[in-house]
């Protein structure tokens, strides 16, 4: 079964700028969730995406945005880019069981380097 | 807010030793605890996760829970070499698994 795969692997950005990635989840899991790891913050969780619904959000500014699709595939926006947006961006899905032991696999990640 | 704490290390171990990856969380009410390994450029990669108070064991990794103390532990039974990453904790907050807090992680070296 193929994992969770993220588009693009590498981008490069300039401070003003927007950006969108996307994620394709594994067959069958409902579930995505997006998460931003830096080395100073470490891996922080931006939001969760059910059934094309937002269902979850950490606390991160309005900028950053996203949406599902009805083939569980999701997509990231981060408009008006900042330095501090420079990051491994994760996607990370789930069959969504609604139970607490409901496992999150990752995919490889979109490192985003804003200049 | 839930908080979850690692010693950020590295822990340096000799090759075929054990390595004892630690881990506190804050909130008594979290249920199940998760185990990721990421290599150096890479992404997390599940290990093992564990909901019961007591070990857990899956090959050369156990998992260790006591809920009363609020901290589980991951052992590494014969450490090789291409152990040597960062081991991240993982809680679900509220309890909802597609929702995770993520401690610091812990870079792990294991020495030939």
């Known amino acids: 079964k193929a994992g969770v795969t993220q588009t693009p692997r590498y981008l490069i950005k300039t401070r003003g700028q927007q950006v969108t990635l996307s994620c394709s989840p594994i067959?069958?899991?409902?579930?995505v969730s997006w998460y931003q790891q830096t080395p100073g913050q470490g891996l922080q969780f931006l939001f969760e995406?059910?059934?094309?619904?937002?269902?979850n959000k950490g606390n991160f500014p309005g900028r950053f945005s996203g949406r599902q699709f009805s083939n569980s595939r999701s997509e990231m926006n981060v408009s008006t880019l900042e330095l501090g947006d420079s990051a491994l961006y994760l996607c990370?899905?789930?069959?969504?069981?609604?139970?607490?032991?409901?496992?999150?696999?990752f995919g490889p990640g979109t490192r985003l380097t804003v200049l | 807010q839930k908080e979850v704490e690692q010693n950020s290390g590295p822990l340096s171990v000799p090759e075929g030793a054990i390595a004892s990856l630690n881990c506190t969380y804050s909130?008594?009410?979290?249920?199940?605890f998760f185990w990721y390994r990421q290599y150096s450029g890479k992404s997390p990669e599940l290990i093992m996760f564990?909901?019961?108070?007591g070990d857990k064991e899956d090959g050369r990794f156990t998992a260790q829970l006591n809920k009363a103390s609020q901290y589980v532990s991951l052992l590494i039974r014969d450490s090789q070499p291409s152990d040597s990453a960062t081991y991240l904790c993982?809680?679900?907050?509220?309890?909802?698994?597609?929702?995770?807090?993520f401690g610091g992680g812990t870079r792990l070296m294991v020495k030939p």
């Open positions: 990370a899905s789930s069959w969504a069981s609604g139970l607490s032991t409901d496992t999150q696999y």
């Open positions: 067959s069958g899991h409902r579930s």
């Open positions: 995406y059910f059934s094309e619904t937002q269902r």
């Open positions: 909130d008594r009410g979290s249920q199940s």
């Open positions: 564990i909901y019961s108070n």
């Open positions: 993982a809680v679900p907050y509220n309890n909802a698994g597609n929702m995770l807090t």
